[in-house]
């Protein structure tokens, strides 16, 4: 009896210690990042002979684990992008970088010029808030470039951590596999902890999948499907390259043992602060980048058209106030042939330009087709331009559209290209920093029209010349007649003759005839364009006039007190000049002002942060929570310990007095039989 006691009470003090390590080990470890509370259970001996076999074990929701780690991965997601998008956020919207003022500022100093244009200070201002708005547009673009710049430092250290994370995962795996999974070499519970630990932290990287081994090991996947950390402890890591942009940090995966073998990444579903990044870069700084280049360029290219249609104050046809920078196409990896693309605005198309970047496709040896490419470097659909019937080297415009639309670009290609190869064109990237002023002298600004128009005192009806429209002042624009090289007109100035019958004659100072425009009525529209010349302007007629009267049509040579062009480029202040997207359609609006496309994307700047503050507000409640789950069960808990510390001690020392007393009947016993 007394060896019963003897072996009951020696397994009790045993457990009973057992409990008092386990429960000290949680103590002593509830500080350690990444510790799982233990817990020992044991069986009863059979026959009622004392404690059986003990198990420790980790408590812990596998569950529960997984929901953490999901929600850890929308949190930095969120916070990264947050993070990010304020700094875009506080740019904008700080007054003293708003592009709209230096708009706004240019527009005035233009009225102002129209008010006296022959005052040679009046237009220098002109070119003074010209530079200013420039160096608005290059001073945003710079820090919007340098927030480029700063998250591919940054993605640059989150993939070195990334592969840190699936290194440790990798090496755990394997130790933990090599103790197998039978109960005679049981896995040390840190291996445990350290690895799932090291998978939370990789889920802060990258959202992830984790599936278990038979030999015990943890198998993780990114949710696009690629698995990083394989059996046997295999891995694969992640690189950064960028195709065809090098500028452009992009991710794939390469094999640890042959770095030479990769798999390109989704980067649309990584998750985590990998994910945030890439997101905020296609959401908010590709975007913002693009539309800056788009609201430069369109704003350049109106001024620069409008003011090649006027007269300035040297007495010659307008000339570029802007010079428009040249984009070169990126070439993909996959290319085989030798071309090189290259891209600029055609002139006065502007306002066709989308602010996006184009894929150009050589689909056949002697076609091409240009598509607009979304956010995400994704085809838009229905924007395919196909140009055909084309020999290279090639210059291609609008006019080989049969849309007549080529997303106001001017593409070139030099050089031998082969079916299917790619260039990628991004002529916004860098267009807002590298547009430069084409001229600083103010005579430059063309204020006044080239042509003026007058009647004959000595006509007996009353009619008279409106609505002069100055559309191009491009030498030879009609085949014998239009503007000279640099000021005047053909063979100038002309007379219109109105000669009965509804019909007006227009010939030159020579005698030869330049238009002949007959209508069926009295309403006398367009009269270059009733009598099918284009001389690059036109005008109207209003009023009943006599047989026999006439008009002179001339250069308005000494005209420096005109400010009709003037007026006209003040009306580009309102005039809808910046497209809204690739696709054109036949209703609704496409295009809007300089201000409104400005307040436009500070507006999506605004709105993108706003949307990114409240998720991360959402998933941090929902992160808070699920740890919260999750601590209720694996945390350690000071007064739950503390509590079986004291029941621990104390079935410790009932256990002693088992022994005690079994010492006390054994030497009884002995006593007995002396």
């Known amino acids: 009896m007394s060896d019963n006691l003897l072996r009951i009470g020696t397994s009790a003090v045993l457990a009973s210690n057992t409990l008092l390590n386990t429960t000290s080990n949680n103590i002593a470890n509830i500080n350690t990042p990444g510790y799982v509370r233990q817990r020992t259970e044991f069986e009863s001996q059979i026959l009622g002979l004392g404690v059986g076999k003990g198990t420790t074990e980790r408590l812990v929701s596998e569950f529960t684990l997984k929901q953490m780690r999901r929600d850890t991965s929308n949190f930095t997601y969120a916070e990264a992008y947050v993070s990010e998008a304020n700094r875009v956020d506080s740019l904008f919207s700080n007054p003293a ?99 799932d630990k090291a998978i939370l932290d990789l889920s802060e990287m990258v959202e992830i999948n984790t599936l278990d081994a038979a030999n015990g090991e943890k198998l993780v996947f990114m949710t696009t499907g690629q698995a990083i950390v394989v059996e046997q402890g295999n891995f694969n890591l992640m690189a950064l390259r960028g195709d065809p942009d090098p500028s452009r940090r992009e991710l794939q995966l390469e094999l640890s043992a042959r770095s030479s073998i990769t798999r ?152 031998a290209p082969a079916v299917n190869d790619q260039f990628i064109l991004k002529p916004l990237a860098t267009a807002s920093r590298t547009i430069n002023m084409a001229t600083t002298r103010p005579e430059d600004i063309a204020l006044a029209s080239p042509v003026r128009t007058e009647f004959n005192v000595s006509n007996l009806g009353n009619a008279q010349i409106e609505g002069l429209a100055v559309t191009d002042t491009t030498p030879a624009t009609a085949p014998d007649y239009g503007f000279e090289a640099s000021a005047g007109l053909v063979n100038g100035p002309w007379q219109m003759t109105y000669v009965g019958g509804d019909t007006f004659e227009i010939v030159d100072n020579l005698g030869n005839p330049v238009a002949t425009a007959a209508f069926g009525s009295g309403q006398y529209q367009n009269i270059f364009e009733q009598a099918g010349v284009d001389v690059g302007f036109d005008f109207s007629v209003t009023g009943v006039p006599s047989i026999g009267d006439t008009f002179s049509i001339a250069y308005n040579a000494g005209g420096f007190n005109d400010n009709r ?38 507006s999506l700047i605004g709105e993108r942060t706003n949307q990114a503050r409240n998720s991360e507000q959402a998933s941090q409640a929902l992160l808070e929570q699920t740890t919260a789950w999750y601590e209720s069960l694996s945390g350690v808990s000071l007064d739950e310990e503390a509590a079986n510390l004291v029941r621990f001690q104390q079935t410790y020392a009932a256990a002693s007095k088992i022994i005690s007393t079994s010492q006390t009947v054994f030497d009884t016993l002995l006593a007995a039989v002396r």
């Open 97 to 195: 970088n708003s592009i709209a003022t230096g708009i706004n500022d240019l527009f005035r100093q233009v009225q102002i010029a129209n008010n006296e244009p022959a005052t040679l200070a009046n237009r220098q201002l002109i070119i003074g808030s010209s530079q200013a708005l420039l160096d608005k547009f290059d001073t945003l673009s710079s820090l919007v470039l340098d927030q480029e710049s700063f998250v591919n430092q940054q993605m640059e250290i989150y993939v070195d951590e990334t592969n840190g994370y699936i290194k440790q995962i990798a090496s755990l795996n394997k130790e933990i596999a090599s103790y197998g999974t039978g109960s005679s070499r049981p896995i040390p519970l840190d291996l445990l902890d350290k690895r």
């Open 565 to 602: 062009n003037g007026l006209a480029m003040a009306a580009l202040q309102t005039a809808d000049t910046t497209r809204l997207n690739a696709l054109s359609t036949s209703t609704g609006v496409n295009s809007v002002s300089f201000n409104k496309s400005y307040g436009e994307m500070v």
């Open 264 to 415: 390109d990444v989704n980067v649309k579903e990584v998750g985590g602060k990998i994910g945030g990044l890439i997101a905020f870069r296609e959401e908010v700084l590709d975007p913002t980048q693009n539309r800056l280049g788009q609201l430069a360029l369109s704003m350049a290219d109106a001024f620069n058209s409008q003011n090649r249609l006027g007269m300035n104050l040297n007495g010659e046809l307008g000339g570029d106030i802007f010079r428009l920078p040249a984009a070169n196409g990126l070439a993909l990896s996959s290319n085989t042939g030798t071309a090189v693309v290259s891209s600029v605005i055609e002139p006065g198309k502007g306002t066709q330009l989308p602010p996006n970047d184009f894929l150009v496709t050589v689909t056949a040896a002697d076609e091409i087709t240009v598509q607009a490419l979304d956010v995400k470097g994704n085809v838009i659909t229905g924007s395919d331009k196909v140009i055909s019937g084309l020999t290279f080297p090639a210059t291609i415009n609008s006019d080989d559209v049969a849309s007549d639309d080529l997303f106001g670009l001017q593409i070139t290609i030099d050089g």
